[in-house]
């Protein structure tokens, strides 16, 4: 899995709640981000932490939010104020020498 | 902030030809510049990228070069193959270890056997 795992990999939403999308990773790495991805289109960050307690909006952060309380953990919440939010949920990591990315597999979230 | 726009949308070339995918940038300070291949329902993974200090990079059949001057970037794969079929994505950071990376839209590549 590349030392990141996410959780649950397919996530039902009703109308007005709050949820929840795990990102742990076990390689010590300071930096781990959100990505969201909508059929057929680009990924779009939502928010990034290069530290812990310390976390910044990207360019999509509008009716979510993220905590980093722990080095190998970046919860997403998805919440009531985003309207659409089914999408593919990427989280990612990156180390002091590893430049590029390493992405989890994924949550799909839909709203039923 | 950064932007990147890449092209074509859709690419599709029969086996054992080649396929070129290019990106331009908008921030001169961008520096790294990663390409990553997302299989149908897959997460994206990297398969190669390139520092503005160099202006090609091999990797057997995939090759990336750079014009930081005119702000674009390419990817090159040669000898195609059905297992190429997947969507491309071009991306661009400041290049310091934590940056955040800016992605393109993405390029759906079929390969036809």
């Known amino acids: 899995d590349g030392g990141i795992t996410q959780s649950p990999k397919y996530l039902f939403r009703k109308e007005g709640q709050n949820v929840t999308l795990s990102c742990e990773q076990n390689?010590?790495?300071?930096?781990m981000y959100w990505y969201r991805q909508d059929p057929g289109q680009g990924l779009r960050l939502i928010y990034y932490?290069?530290?812990?307690?310390?976390?910044q909006k990207g360019d999509i952060a509008e009716g979510y939010s993220v905590s980093r309380e722990k080095k190998e953990s970046f919860p997403l919440t998805v919440t009531s104020a985003q309207k659409n939010p089914t999408a593919f949920y990427l989280c990612?990591?990156?180390?002091?020498?590893?430049?590029?990315?390493?992405f989890g597999s994924g949550t799909r979230l839909t709203v039923v | 902030g950064e932007n990147v726009e890449q092209h074509p949308s859709t690419l599709s070339v029969q086996e054992g030809d080649s396929a070129v995918i290019k990106c331009t940038y908008s921030?001169?300070?961008?520096?790294?510049f990663p390409w990553y291949k997302q299989e149908l329902g897959k997460r994206p993974q990297l398969i190669i990228d390139?520092?503005?200090?160099?202006g090609e990079k091999k990797d057997q059949r995939i090759a990336v070069t750079l014009n930081k001057t005119a702000k674009h970037f390419s990817l090159h794969i040669t000898e195609t193959q059905p297992e190429d079929s997947a969507v491309y994505f071009c991306?661009?950071?400041?290049?310091?270890?934590?940056?955040?990376?800016?992605f393109g839209p993405g390029t759906s590549l079929s390969v036809i056997p």
């Open positions: 990612a990591r990156s180390g002091r020498t590893d430049y590029g990315y390493t």
């Open positions: 390689l010590n790495h300071d930096a």
């Open positions: 932490s290069q530290i812990v307690n310390d976390f």
């Open positions: 921030d001169s300070a961008s520096n790294y």
């Open positions: 390139i520092r503005s200090n160099v």
């Open positions: 991306a661009a950071s400041m290049g310091t270890s934590y940056d955040k990376v800016i």
